[in-house]
């Protein structure tokens, strides 16, 4: 199946609801918030607005099958680092949507200006974890029991880190642009 990558916008918010309200909560433990409530969705198209988050779905025949986004503080101390969120349909997981998103955001992430990117999740999403290692980035910190599903059981929280300068410094050295 091809997919489509484009930006999230105002007339997606059904379809993000829809797509939300699919995925496994533990998928979702790693986000501050929600996304499955529609006050959260338009916080995000809001924030989206404001110029402090970019964020780009993947669709398939008019459905959305996977999000990225690449949220900043554009006023903070830290207005050099992005924070990557990457969700996929567990169904469409192992398709290349994760690595096609992640490019995305990576361009946009240079055209920001963005010296460093920072993605959580937890521990046990190896897939994940693989995925974001296999595009450079690091293990930076493992933050225990800073989750809890609505279970009540309580998840570690790992902290991945891309050093964009240093893999751009690395490639310029190479010979790539």
Same mark, same amino acid.
């Given at each position: 199946?091809?997919?489509?990558?484009?930006?999230?916008?105002?007339?997606?918010?059904?379809?993000?609801?829809?797509?939300?309200?699919?995925?496994?909560?533990?998928?979702?433990?790693?986000?501050?918030?929600? /996304?499955?409530?529609?006050?959260?969705?338009?916080?995000?198209?809001?924030? /989206?607005?404001?110029?402090?988050?970019?964020?780009?779905?993947?669709?398939?025949?008019?459905?959305?099958?996977?999000?990225?986004?690449?949220?900043?503080?554009?006023?903070?101390?830290?207005?050099?680092?992005?924070?990557?969120?990457?969700?996929?349909?567990?169904?469409?997981?192992?398709?290349?949507?994760? /690595?096609?998103?992640?490019?995305?955001?990576?361009?946009?992430?240079?055209?920001?200006?963005?010296?460093?990117?920072?993605?959580?999740?937890?521990?046990?999403?190896?897939?994940?974890?693989?995925?974001?290692?296999?595009?450079?980035?690091?293990?930076?910190?493992?933050?225990?029991?800073?989750?809890?599903?609505?279970?009540?059981?309580?998840?570690?929280?790992?902290?991945?880190?891309?050093?964009?300068?240093?893999?751009?410094?690395?490639?310029?050295?190479?010979?790539?642009?």
């Amino acid at each position: 199946m091809s997919h489509a990558i484009r930006r999230f916008r105002e007339q997606d918010r059904d379809a993000m609801m829809a797509f939300a309200g699919a995925l496994p909560e533990h998928d979702l433990l790693f986000l501050s918030r929600d /996304i499955r409530e529609p006050r959260v969705i338009a916080a995000w198209l809001a924030a /989206i607005e404001a110029g402090e988050i970019d964020s780009l779905v993947a669709e398939e025949d008019g459905t959305i099958v996977a999000t990225a986004a690449l949220v900043r503080d554009p006023l903070g101390w830290s207005a050099h680092v992005g924070e990557v969120r990457l969700l996929v349909s567990a169904d469409r997981r192992g398709a290349g949507l994760g /690595i096609d998103l992640l490019q995305g955001i990576f361009m946009i992430a240079r055209d920001r200006g963005l010296a460093k990117l920072v993605a959580r999740m937890t521990v046990d999403q190896a897939a994940s974890i693989a995925l974001f290692k296999g595009v450079g980035f690091r293990a930076e910190a493992m933050l225990k029991d800073h989750v809890r599903g609505r279970d009540g059981r309580s998840h570690d929280l790992a902290i991945l880190s891309y050093d964009a300068a240093r893999v751009a410094a690395r490639h310029r050295a190479a010979g790539i642009e």
